[in-house]
């Protein structure tokens, strides 16, 4: 005799494509659970990938009964994330194992029982909810019916009767903190909401007796927590500086002689930097040109527009990435891209239009997001897209799109106060102009001496691609806008 089993129950979610080339990611943060109820498109998990921080989406619904990682680990792209049964996958099993044909039956292809093809329907109608692996930022396409033109078959095995074990009963669930278990409690899941809470103002859920069922920690629980002058705090340590505590702790450098303080694990924004500027430093020839230039001009017309507009004059900045485009227009030979085959040919690819890169400070490190088709935005427009860009690049939500789709950047190292840097070129692009501080200097005017606002702009660029003439024109017209903003913004 043999028997019959959907082997459907469990959906693995594979750590989906993050596209421009990522292949792995940082796990952040759960965001769920195991025992939590997770809905199609629900985000489940945190993830910092070299380009963003991003929420990543379920496309399954059900519960949560495994999550391949812990916060802080490395994951790659493909592996198993998190593990979740459909909803009344438990109720249904012993059903489903209860089935029995005669194995001929399968083999010739006769219709299995009511009760099979009910999982199978169940399984078939579920599936259209969601779309498999996802791209991260879009989720998935929830209620759609596209895809299959025809019903799939359920997937059947054939068993012996006798090697079908009674259905374990299922072990007690304990409260769970972002997918770690606590020991002693009772059993209850404890809500994603109410981890967050607690997770946000320090508070130790170790430390708090549950007043719900069971010993459920309620809301009410933690709040009386918060509120508590003696409320026991977790200390905020990122599981990296965790992690980099407990790899130094004891060990001594065999060079030098000291105690070694971290050991801090290169991931996300900081390998991609790393991995980005070694190829540029070792494909890139590149040369550096710079002059100083009198910006005097320029911040007056700003301060006269601020008078007229307080709430709506862009930045100098603005001014600056305007000035830029223009340029660019004009030595387009800057705004390219040097390419190798693998058959060692070797072309330079030009672009038809401009997204204009600009370097960025974050708390992850330094991002470069871009204003794409910038040669077709006013100064007020790049502005506004420069200050949006900024905004979402710090809170890293910053899509793959936003920052790494540059064909040229421009780095305002000045805010540093700095004049001056020897930069290194944004692979793969080929140039890269920086602006240093704005300080008074001594200044001949009309043959005579002033104090004025100077600064110093630097450009370097890969001498593959044009020589030093292209290069020192390109800059010399950016320094002239500057001088004469007036006289460049009417010729734009």
């Not at 421009?20 to 199609?40: H, I, R, Y």
């Not at 006798?162 to 997918?179: D, R, T």
């Not at 009386?224 to 026991?232: K, L, Y």
Request: hydrophobic share 45%; aromatic share 4%; proline share 6%.
């Amino acid at each position: 005799m043999g028997g019959l089993t959907v082997s459907s129950d469990m959906q693995v979610f594979k750590l989906p494509d993050l596209g421009e080339g990522l292949t792995e990611a940082e796990l952040v943060n759960w965001l769920v659970a195991v025992g939590d109820e997770v809905k199609v498109d629900q985000p489940i998990a945190e993830v910092e990938t070299a380009k963003s921080m991003v929420e990543v989406p379920s496309p399954y619904a059900g519960t949560v009964a495994e999550l391949h990682g812990q916060a802080g680990e490395t994951l790659d792209v493909g592996k198993p994330l998190i593990s979740i049964a459909r909803a009344g996958a438990a109720a249904a099993a012993p059903a489903a194992a209860a089935v029995s044909v005669a194995p001929t039956a399968v083999s010739s292809g006769i219709d299995a029982s009511p009760a099979v093809e009910a999982a199978a329907e169940s399984y078939r109608t579920e599936e259209k909810a969601g779309s498999g692996n996802v791209l991260i930022g879009y989720g998935t396409p929830g209620g759609a019916t596209g895809g299959r033109t025809r019903p799939r078959k359920a997937s059947v095995a054939v068993v012996d009767l006798g090697a079908v074990a009674e259905p374990a009963a299922e072990p007690m669930m304990e409260p769970v903190v972002a997918g770690t278990r606590i020991p002693g409690k009772l059993s209850a899941v404890i809500s994603p909401l109410v981890r967050k809470m607690a997770r946000d103002h320090g508070v130790s859920l170790d430390a708090i007796e549950g007043s719900g069922a069971s010993g459920l920690i309620m809301r009410r629980d933690v709040e009386a927590a918060i509120s508590a002058p003696d409320a026991p705090a977790a200390p905020a340590v990122s599981p990296s500086k965790a992690e980099a505590t407990a790899a130094a702790e004891g060990s001594v450098d065999n060079r030098t002689g000291l105690a070694v303080t971290a050991r801090t694990p290169v991931r996300g924004v900081r390998k991609a930097v790393a991995a980005n500027m070694t190829r540029s430093r070792s494909e890139i020839p590149e040369a550096t040109v710079w002059v100083d230039v009198d910006a005097t001009a320029l911040l007056e017309m700003r301060a006269e527009l601020k008078k007229r507009a307080p709430h709506d004059t862009p930045g100098l900045l603005a001014f600056i990435a305007r000035f830029v485009t223009a340029g660019l227009k004009k030595y387009p030979a800057l705004n390219t891209r040097f390419e190798t085959a693998s058959d060692g040919s070797q072309e330079i690819v030009g672009f038809d239009g401009i997204n204009l890169g600009f370097a960025a400070q974050t708390d992850r490190g330094l991002v470069v997001p871009s204003v794409r088709n910038a040669h077709g935005l006013s100064a007020r427009e790049l502005d506004a897209e420069i200050r949006r860009l900024t905004a979402v690049a710090r809170e890293g939500k910053a899509t793959p799109t936003e920052l790494g789709s540059g064909t040229f950047t421009l780095n305002n190292y000045g805010v540093f106060g700095v004049d001056g840097s020897a930069a290194i070129i944004n692979y793969p692009e080929v140039a890269m102009l920086g602006v240093g501080r704005i300080i008074d200097k001594p200044w001949v005017v009309n043959g005579e001496l002033a104090v004025r606002k100077v600064t110093e702009l630097t450009l370097a660029f890969d001498h593959r691609v044009c020589d030093g003439e292209t290069a020192a024109g390109f800059l010399r017209y950016v320094a002239d806008a500057i001088e004469n903003p007036g006289g460049a913004l009417a010729d734009m």
